[in-house]
Nanobody, 129 residues
Framework: QVQLVESGGGLVQAGDSLRLSCAAS????????MGWFRQAPGKEREHVGT????????HYADSVKGRFTISRDAAKNTVYLQMNSLQPEDTAVYYC??????????????????????WGQGTLVTVSS
């Protein structure tokens, strides 16, 4: 059982930056593809981005491409979501998710919330205008 704990959310103003962290309990963390999702009030959970097991491949939703960056630190069992140029529409609860996988995976699969095996509790990001 992998436990994921997000942190770093808060209230910021439009244009500000914020970095979210997702700490994993699993020592074989490197075997997991990690995803970030978000859910705004009254909306469905949406994919934000994904990073592969080595950190060499990332992909992002069009809505955050060029503003958000995902990275991972294997030594700390932690994945990060650096968010720049935040806008009010980025306001949401942000979740990290983990999928155990060895080898290749379909990029589209990694954008689907039901593909992932484990989820964190979420951290709230509020962006004021």
């Amino acid at each position: 059982q992998v436990q994921l704990v997000e942190s770093g959310g808060g209230l910021v103003q439009a244009g500000d930056s914020l970095r979210l962290s997702c700490a994993a309990s699993e020592r074989t963390f490197s075997n997991y593809v990690m995803g970030w999702f978000r859910q705004a009030p009254g909306k469905e959970r949406e994919h934000v981005g994904t990073i592969n097991w080595s950190g060499s491949i990332t992909h992002y939703a069009d809505s955050v491409k060029g503003r958000f960056t995902i990275s991972r630190d294997a030594a700390k069992n932690t994945v990060y979501l650096q968010m720049n140029s935040l806008q009010p529409e980025d306001t949401a609860v942000y979740y990290c998710a983990a999928k155990y996988i060895v080898g290749v995976y379909a990029r589209h699969s990694a954008t689907q919330s039901n593909w992932y095996d484990y989820w964190g509790q979420g951290t709230l990001v509020t962006v004021s205008s």
